[in-house]
């Protein structure tokens, strides 16, 4: 008797639950009356059969939370009221919206049926219960284009977890190979930084792939994402391998870089001091129809600086300046202003300080005091305190106090 009565109870919260899951009322009524007869004669044994058909006949895909709550009520045991209308107010505003969704649907739907619907929806919850729910269907398999529809709307709402899991599912074969949805998943993967690897997981894919091929948008995202590990020298040098290997490849693939994509390649070579190949790189634009830019520029003139080759940091800032007329960053400025100060070119470095006040930009302390202190330590002191107020007087070249911070190391250089 007890044994009957628990059943009837648990057979109750399986039918509560399948309420949640919207199956037809046909259904649910078939099960309320076998479930009061139950309870009539405990002595009734359950139709489990019954209540197994249905339960598999319903392929309809939830939300995490709804499937929560049938968790909760299946393992539940409480007294379900029978009332209709009290089982009506438990279906939430977001379950009517997908059944309406899901009568949208024609018969025999197509993939682009189905993005539409995705695009057409505001909430990616239920975005991804109509994708879920969809790939259940009898002759039906998502594309290229549904996938990348649903991981653009699961990635825009910050749902992390469930892109990655789209990610895996496309990574295994869920559908075609095709570019733009490979090269969306690796511009996701390189904005966030622990999925650095997953990135080059889905190149390598791409890269094996006979349907198509990387594109130049690939190898820069990739490119980009590299440069920002560089850090200290030693790990830039680990990460260099890996942009050479990505230069190598994309001139076997027969991808035309342009100017971006080799100042990636230019920065990297330049972080890592091996300025032979930074400038091989550089002579070697102008066969791919690319221009160098300012950042070009930039990147040299402060890789041969920091090399120790200055006066080839130097003519490559006059080139820049006196032939194409490119105004370079302010920390390429700086370094040039620091390295020609410590080789004791002053008049240079004078003249390159005022060009980049010119254009309006401001020294830091550092480089202040390496070009005033210089000076001042070759026994020109008057020298340097003329600049120094020269300086100030230009507008918005220095603050109050900088100038002070200057003004006592002057004198306390001057005085030893």
Partial sequence: MAIARYVASSTLSRIRALALLSISQSQLYTLLSVTRQQQQNPNLP??????????????????HNTRAEVKTELESNDNFNLNPN???????PM??????????????????DVNEALKS???????????????????????????LTMIQIVASGKQFKHTETLIDEVLAGACAVNLPLYNYMIQYCCSRKPLFNRAFDVYKKL???KECKPS?????MLLNTILRRFSKLNVSYVYLHAVRSLLKQMKISGVIPDTVALNYIIKAYSMCLDMDEAIKVYQEMGLYGCEPNEYTYSYLAKGLCEKGRV?????????MREKKGLVPTSSTYMILICSLSMERRYEEATEIMFDMLKNSMVPDLLTYKT??????????????????????????????RTYKNILNGLHFVSQE
Wanted: net charge negative; hydrophobic share 30%.
């Fill in 46 to 63: 359950p139709n489990f059969s019954l209540i197994r058909h249905i339960s598999t006949s319903t392929s309809l895909s939830i939300r």
């Fill in 86 to 92: 009290l089982r009506t107010k438990t279906r939430t």
């Fill in 95 to 112: 379950e009517k919206q997908f059944e309406t969704w899901v009568d949208k649907l024609k018969p025999k739907f197509t993939p682009d």
């Fill in 121 to 147: 929806q505001s909430d990616p919850d239920l975005a991804l219960d109509i994708f879920r729910w969809s790939a259940l269907q009898r002759n039906y398999k998502h594309n290229h284009i549904t996938y």
């Fill in 207 to 209: 890269l094996n792939s």
């Fill in 216 to 220: 130049l948008e690939t190898f820069t």
């Fill in 311 to 319: 006066s080839e940091g130097v003519d490559y800032y006059k080139e």
């Fill in 371 to 400: 070009l005033l202190e210089g000076i001042c330590r070759e026994g020109k002191e008057d020298e340097a305190f003329e600049l120094l107020e020269e300086v100030r007087k230009k507008q918005g070249s220095m603050g109050d």
